[in-house]
T-cell receptor
Framework: QQQVKQSPQSLIVQKGGISIINCAYE??????FPWYQQFPGKGPALLIA?????SEKKEGRFTISFNKSAKQFSLHIMDSQPGDSATYFC??????????FGSGTRLLVRP | EAGVVQSPRYKIIEKKQPVAFWCNPI?????LYWYRQNLGQGPELLIR????????DSQLPKDRFSAERLKGVDSTLKIQPAELGDSAVYLC??????????FGQGTRLTVV
């Protein structure tokens, strides 16, 4: 019940395209859902986060869509750029204290 | 604002040897976390501190791992003795509010 399942494992998108990464969770007590971006040799960096009281949150080219009834949330990267090439992790937690991370999605944006 | 600082960046040791990692969190952050990230996987929490108190160490393998956060600022994570399966990136993170955790660059440990 503590797992967060992330897909796909890897994703290749053309420059200007839309990148979509999906996550699913089981624990209905989770109330904080962040997405982290990680470049090689670096620690994860918070990209955007959402709480269950809203169904969508947008920050620049990045949007989180949240479906509470399906226990799923997704990250959409609009107008994907080569600089977006990185590994993306979804996570979930109850009250933000103990982040449970997904297994990661390696995104490659081709020029 | 300086970020979370970790050292060393890389460490190669032989199995059964001890190793220690150091973390300096962002100034003023009272919550400190140690995570372990295995290759190709997401980070997994080892221990969380609120000031100098370890409030969640349920995932810390206590037979060989130990951690301390003296004075509620810097923290050290120790493994003794190290095993081959301990090879991973050890990440430190800190937060002021409960929402956003800021991660350091990590220490890549290789046990040979």
């Amino acid at each position: 019940q503590q797992q967060v399942k992330q897909s796909p494992q890897s994703l290749i998108v053309q420059k200007g395209g839309i990148s979509i990464i999906n996550c699913a969770y089981e624990n209905t007590a989770f109330d904080y859902f962040p997405w982290y971006q990680q470049f090689p040799g670096k620690g994860p960096a918070l990209l955007i986060a959402i709480r269950p009281d809203v169904s969508e949150k947008k920050e620049g080219r990045f949007t989180i869509s949240f479906n509470k009834s399906a226990k799923q949330f997704s990250l959409h990267i609009m107008d994907s750029q080569p600089g977006d090439s990185a590994t993306y992790f979804c996570a979930a937690s109850k009250s933000s204290y103990k982040l449970i991370f997904g297994s990661g999605t390696r995104l490659l944006v081709r020029p | 604002e300086a970020g979370v600082v970790q050292s060393p960046r890389y460490k190669i040791i032989e199995k059964k040897q001890p190793v220690a990692f150091w973390c300096n969190p962002i100034s003023g952050h009272n919550t400190l976390y140690w995570y372990r990230q295995n290759l190709g996987q997401g980070p997994e929490l080892l221990i969380r501190y609120e000031n100098e108190e370890a409030v969640d160490d349920s995932q810390l393998p206590k037979d060989r791992f130990s951690a301390e956060r003296l004075k509620g600022v810097d923290s050290t994570l120790k493994i003794q003795p190290a095993e081959l399966g301990d090879s991973a990136v050890y990440l430190c993170a800190s937060s002021l509010r409960t929402d956003e955790a800021f991660f350091g660059q990590g220490t890549r440990l290789t046990v040979v």
